[in-house]
Structures are given as C-alpha cells and as structure tokens.
C-alpha cells in the first residue's frame, strides 16, 4: 500500500511538472508570435487598411522613423548614380506621407510619389511636399506614360506584394504587372533601386525572377551583411542595356564584395551537347555497352553503326 501510494504521488508530481512546462511552451509561443505579427505590418492586413489616419500620424511623428527614412532614400538615391550636373525625374514608389521625396528634393531633382492609403496622401499634402502624390495600387500597374522616368526609387514597400490580402490577389500576377508596366515608364538605360525587407530567400527569389522575366537586369547590393540591426538589402534594377563596362556598387561595411548578379539572358531552345564533346557513335556503342551488361540481346556493332541513313525515295 505504501509503495503504490508513493508511486500515485510521484506520477501526479510528473503530471504538474509536465503541465507547467506545455503551460511556458504556449505563452512563449503566444508571445514570439505576437512579436513577430508587429515586426511585420503586411501580416496584420492590407497596406491601406493597416495605415489607417492614427497609424499615419504615428508613422509620420516618428522621429526614429524619419531618420531611417531619409538615410535609406539618400542611399537609394546614391545608388541610381544620377547625373549631378542636371536634375533628374524620379518616381518614387510607396511614397507614403513623402519622407523619402524629401530626401530626392534635397539632391536636386523631382519627384511624383504613388501610394496606396489614402491617410499617408493627405499627410503628405498636408505638409506641402514638393512633388505630386498619386493613389495607386502598384499591384495594378505603374499609370504613367512610357519613357516618362529618370529614376525610380522604393522604401519597404516591394514585399507587401508578395502577400494575397484579398482572393482576388495572386503575388506572382501582381508583381509580374508591376514590373511590365514599371519597365515601360523608364527611359531605356534608366535605373531602379527598390529597398526591401524579404521575410525569406524564396520571397527574394520571386521579386528577382518575376523582374528579370520583364526584362530587367540587375542585382543585390547589401549593407552591412554581418550586423543583425543594420542590414539594409538593395534590389537595383536597369531597364533596359547597362552602360558598357558598368559593375555594381559594393556594399557598406563588409570586406570584399558582397553583391549578387542577376541577368535576363532566356533559353534558346538548344539543346546542348550530352557528355561533353561524345560523338553520336561513342554514345551509342556505350548504350548497347550497357544494354549488354544487362544482359539484354543487342545487334553487334558493325561500320554502318550510328552512320545516318539517307532519305527514303
């Protein structure tokens, strides 16, 4: 009786243990993926619901905000490698209440900004920015005429695509027409310079090949890869041929380069030689080879083996 008493109260101790620890678990849980939801804004809702008027003025106020702002557009604006002699037309995409256009005015050039929350536009009008806010959904398309950019400049706005908000939103559609009709508002050589916060590689690896496949070329230029708070990822984009000879800019804070290449070079329909340089006859005296140590019956080899027959009469 003892020992089965002991044994009951050994066994219900486990059982408390047990429970407390699932209990940690699930508030860990809970907690981690709260952080995680107001680390990422587009997984709370769309863009134009989740920047609603409160949201708008916190964002504007902000002043840690403003300074993040201002240094990845005067970076951006760096990396378009503009003319310094006379001014440039940028279209400054996911412009927002106008924190970034205030970085383009201040590098001598004009801008016009698109956004999708109707709250961060009337903040930007509001405060009287220099360059013309339009209401637009990017994932419908660029609505400017062909040619009519220098520059195109974006600030943690390209992977709000990349999430279907509603039935009707299909990330690989969406992208694919922005990057078509973006394509055809630059000027040919024209340069692209997108700021982005990829939740994955795959996600990156989509935004890449969904712009290569509308004809950009580019790459991924990275600042300070080592460093968990201040790496910033640039996807710089040409529309059209490159200047000849033209490499892109290394990274900041790393040793070495830390660029990555993309191209827009599309199969040809080729095919291309099996094995190497194995003539038709080699291949086919290795097939019947192999046929054999199989054991199978294999007509032996004579000097009209492999040879092309000529065409029936």
């Known amino acids: ?24 678990l699930i508030t860990r849980y809970a907690v981690e993926t709260a952080i995680a939801s107001m680390s990422r804004p587009e997984h709370t809702g769309p863009p134009e619901l989740f920047y609603n008027e409160s949201e ?14 201002m240094t990845m557009s005067a970076r ?28 383009i005015t201040e590098a001598g050039h004009y801008w016009v900004g698109m956004d999708i929350s109707p709250s ?13 806010v339009v209401l637009a959904d990017i994932g419908e398309g660029v609505p400017f005429r062909a040619g009519a950019f220098d520059g195109v400049i974006s600030i943690s706005v390209l992977q709000w695509l990349c999430n279907a908000d509603k039935v009707s939103h299909n990330p690989f559609k969406r992208l694919k027409r922005f990057f078509t009709m973006l394509y055809s508002s630059m000027r040919s050589g024209g340069r692209a310079v997108f700021q982005v916060y990829p939740e994955s590689p795959k996600q990156m690896e989509l935004i890449t090949e969904q712009a290569t496949r509308c004809g950009f070329t580019g790459g991924v230029v990275v600042d300070f890869p080592n460093s968990t708070k201040a790496k910033k990822i640039f996807l710089c984009l040409f529309a059209g041929t490159p200047v000849a000879n033209y490499r892109l800019p290394q990274g900041l804070g790393a040793e070495g380069s830390n660029t990555i290449q993309y191209g827009n070079d599309r199969f040809t329909g080729k095919k291309r030689k099996r094995n190497g340089d194995v003539t038709r006859k080699e291949w086919i005296q290795n097939k019947k080879q192999k046929m054999r140590a ?20």
């Open 120 to 132: 961060m536009l009337e903040i930007a009008v509001e405060r009287e920015t220099d360059g013309d």
């Open 56 to 69: 708008a003025t916190k964002y504007t106020n902000n002043t840690r905000i403003i300074e993040i702002q």
């Open 76 to 103: 951006a604006i760096e990396l378009l490698n503009l003319p310094e002699d006379q001014p440039s037309f940028i279209l400054d995409v996911g412009c927002g209440s106008g924190l970034s256009g205030e970085g």
């Open 294 to 313: 199989k054991g199978k019956d294999v007509t032996a080899d004579s000097k009209y083996t492999a040879r092309k027959r000529k065409p029936k009469f």
């Open 1 to 24: 009786k003892q020992w089965y008493q002991r044994r009951v109260a050994i066994t219900a101790g486990d059982c408390l243990r047990a429970l407390t620890y699932f209990s940690h």
